[in-house]
């Protein structure tokens, strides 16, 4: 989707034509959003990689910090899904971590790769199938099946729809979020090197834009962003433990 | 008087649908008012559940969010991804 206002995006780096080897993928362009989100991906396996290092019986401050972190995301896993869902927690940590670093990166000025639908639909899409294939595993086929037919059987595809509503609903939240506040963010940016230019003349750096936006990055980026990351990993959660019982 | 194109035509109704795809913000407006005043009454009888009350809350806030960010996506795939331009 090109959209011309400029909203989308930046393409890092495009193909062009096929490239040698890789003739079946067609062409394709790489986007911030994917650079960003292997920036992120690597940034969390390095820092997971040298946290856990040297562990020992008494905790170091550096090992303290990382047992508070998976403490409390085991203990969230445990009131939320219960105590025999507690594999879940991994992934649950992992997402949370993704999602909060990547939403908070809007303070730095870089693009959020949740503001690109392709992630948070991903991301949704994962969860679906984890739903159905933890409700699989635990109910049996048969069971799962039958799932869909409660309480009455002509319940059933009112039951299908809002299962497929599902994802689309956890990805539209996230990506609406974050893209609602990067493009008020990008007005009120613009609005005051407008301002600027008006009041001081063009030649003059945009100086209302020092420190007037930092109110609404505290609110769009850390509160908005930490939010709706704890309300993915959330919903997530409630919905997998559902499935399951 | 000026002749109107049809690409200026569907550009304003554009704007103009966006606008009103918007009006749907009053419900999570409403939603999560009623959640956050049942939340204060909730923590002002157990304050001691609070940190239960407080998560639950945010839960229901982001499901009754749900249809703004539906309004939302619609506006701005209105503004910035049109697709009736194309039908022209």
Redesign the interface.
């Known amino acids: 989707m090109e959209s011309s206002s400029g909203f989308g995006p930046r393409i890092i780096w495009d193909s062009g034509a096929t490239v040698p080897g890789l003739e079946f993928l067609g062409t394709f362009k790489i986007t911030e959003t994917v650079v960003v989100s292997w920036g992120i991906m690597i940034f969390l396996v390095v820092l997971s990689i040298m946290a856990t290092k040297k562990l020992e019986k008494i905790p170091n401050r550096r090992q303290l910090v990382v047992e508070t972190i998976i403490g409390a995301v085991n203990n969230l896993t445990k009131q939320t899904m219960g105590e025999d869902k507690m594999s879940f927690a991994p992934y649950m940590g992992t997402l949370l971590l993704f999602l909060a670093i990547s939403n908070v990166l809007g303070l730095i000025g870089i693009r959020p790769p949740t503001a690109d639908v392709n992630t948070t639909i991903g991301l949704a899409l994962m969860t679906f199938v984890l739903i159905h294939v933890s409700g699989v595993r635990r109910k049996g086929i048969g069971g799962y099946l039958k799932g869909f037919a409660e309480p009455l059987a002509p319940m059933l595809p009112l039951n299908i729809i809002s299962e497929i509503a599902t994802p689309i609903s956890l990805g539209f939240r996230l990506f609406g979020n974050i893209v609602g506040g990067l493009i008020i963010m990008s007005l009120v940016y613009s609005a005051l090197g407008a301002l600027s230019a008006a009041l001081f003349g063009p030649n003059i750096p945009p100086i209302f834009q020092a420190a007037i936006p930092g109110v609404l990055h505290v609110y769009f980026d850390l509160f908005a962003g930490i939010l709706q990351s704890f309300i993915f990993t959330m919903l997530t959660m409630v919905y997998i433990a559902m499935a399951m019982d | 008087m000026e002749q109107i194109t049809g690409r200026a035509l569907i550009l304003a109704a554009s704007a103009i649908g966006a606008g009103l795809a918007m009006i749907a913000g009053i419900g999570p407006g409403i939603g999560q008012g009623f959640a956050a005043g049942k939340g204060a009454e909730g923590v002002g009888r157990q304050p001691e559940a609070q940190a239960d009350i407080i998560?639950t809350m945010?839960?229901g806030a982001?499901?009754a969010?749900?249809t703004g960010?539906?309004a939302?996506?619609i506006a701005?795939v209105l503004?910035?991804?049109n697709p009736l331009i194309n039908l022209l």
């Open positions: 998560r945010l839960l982001a499901v969010e749900t960010i539906y939302l996506v701005l503004l910035f991804a």
